[in-house]
C-alpha cells in the first residue's frame, strides 16, 4: 500500500554535511527555511512530500541528483535549479540522492505582505510571476552558488543587517531565475561535447584525462575546468556516475560484482564496490536484492 504524502517541514540543524535555517532562526518574513547540504556518499531516497504554501527551490552546485514531479522525472546536474510549487507533491522515485552539494529554500506564497521585506503590491507581482515560470529546471548563470553561499553567510551571521540584506539577495536571485528561465536551452560547447560522446561511448575502458583533454583539443587543466563549468560536476565525478548506471543493468542481467568490475575497467572489484556505494547508498549485491526482491 503506497504511502500517504508527508506535509514536510524541515527542522534547524547544523552537521558538518546538512545546514538548516528555519524562519525561527532566521526572522526573515515569508522564507520558511535555508539550508546546505554537502555529501560525499549517496543518502537515503526522499519519499512523497509536499510543502504547504510554499515554493521549493533546489540548486545543484555539483553532482547528480534526480526528482519526480507528477509522473515525470528530472535529471539534474550542476548549475540547475529545480523549482518545486505550493503544496506539489514530489519525491526521488525510490531513487537514493547521489554524492552532491546543494543549496535549497523555500518561499512562502500566501502573504504578499509578509515576503522578503517587499511592498505587498511588488511581492504579489514576483509571486504571480513565480508561479507562471514556464519550466521548472532552470540552467542557472555560473555566479548563482557564489551568491547562493553569500545569503547562507548573511543568514548564519545572525544579525539584523545580514537579515535585510539576506532578503535583498533572495528577490535578486528570484528576479534571476525569472530571467534564466526565459533564456535559450544551454548547450555545451563542441569540444565538451565530444569529450561526454567518448566517455559515453567509452565507458568500458580507464578514461583518462589526459585522453580526454585530447579529445577536446585543450590542455588538461583547461578541459576540467570548461567541463566543470558547463556540466556542474568534474570529469572523473561525471564518469564514475555513468559507470555506476552501466553497472546497474549488468548486475540486474546477472552479470557477477566481479566481471562488473572488470567490464568497466576499475582496478578491483572492493573499489568497484566501494564507488558503487557512494553513488546508490548499497552495496551492489544490496542492490540487486532490492531490485529483484521489490514488487
Request: glycine content about 4%.
Amino acid at each position: 500500500m503506497e504511502r500517504k504524502p508527508i506535509e514536510w517541514y524541515d527542522i534547524f540543524e547544523i552537521t558538518r554535511e546538512r545546514k538548516v535555517y528555519t524562519q525561527r532562526e532566521h526572522g526573515i518574513p515569508g522564507l520558511r527555511m535555508y539550508g546546505y547540504h554537502n555529501t560525499n556518499r549517496a543518502i537515503a531516497a526522499l519519499d512523497k512530500h509536499y510543502h504547504k504554501d510554499s515554493f521549493e527551490f533546489t540548486y545543484i552546485v555539483q553532482g547528480h541528483l534526480r526528482f519526480c514531479v507528477d509522473g515525470h522525472s528530472y535529471s539534474l546536474s550542476g548549475s540547475d535549479m529545480f523549482v518545486t510549487f505550493p503544496d506539489e507533491i514530489h519525491d526521488t522515485g525510490n531513487i537514493p540522492m547521489s554524492l552532491h552539494q546543494m543549496y535549497w529554500f523555500q518561499l512562502e506564497a500566501n502573504d504578499p505582505k509578509r515576503f522578503l521585506y517587499l511592498e505587498p503590491a511588488m511581492a504579489e507581482e514576483l509571486i504571480r510571476r513565480l508561479k507562471a515560470l514556464p519550466a521548472r529546471v532552470v540552467k542557472m548563470r555560473e555566479d548563482t552558488a557564489q551568491l547562493l553561499e553569500q545569503i547562507f553567510a548573511n543568514i548564519a551571521g545572525g544579525t539584523d543587517l545580514g537579515r535585510i540584506q539576506a532578503a535583498q539577495q533572495l528577490v535578486v536571485l528570484l528576479c534571476q531565475i525569472l530571467k534564466d528561465a526565459q533564456a535559450p536551452a544551454f548547450r555545451i560547447t563542441p569540444d565538451i561535447g565530444r569529450a561526454t560522446a567518448y566517455i559515453l561511448e567509452h565507458l568500458q575502458e580507464e578514461l583518462t584525462m589526459e585522453e580526454l583533454a585530447k579529445v577536446a583539443l585543450l590542455s588538461v587543466s583547461r578541459f576540467k575546468q570548461k567541463f566543470k563549468i558547463q556540466l556542474g560536476t568534474n570529469p572523473r565525478s561525471f564518469i564514475n556516475y555513468h559507470k555506476i548506471e552501466a553497472a546497474k543493468k549488468l548486475l540486474l542481467d546477472g552479470q557477477s560484482v566481479t566481471d562488473t568490475a572488470m567490464e568497466l575497467s576499475f582496478s578491483s572489484s572492493n573499489y568497484f564496490s566501494a564507488v558503487f556505494r557512494r553513488y546508490t547508498s548499497l552495496s551492489p549485491t544490496e542492490y540487486v536484492k532490492r531490485k529483484t526482491e521489490s514488487p
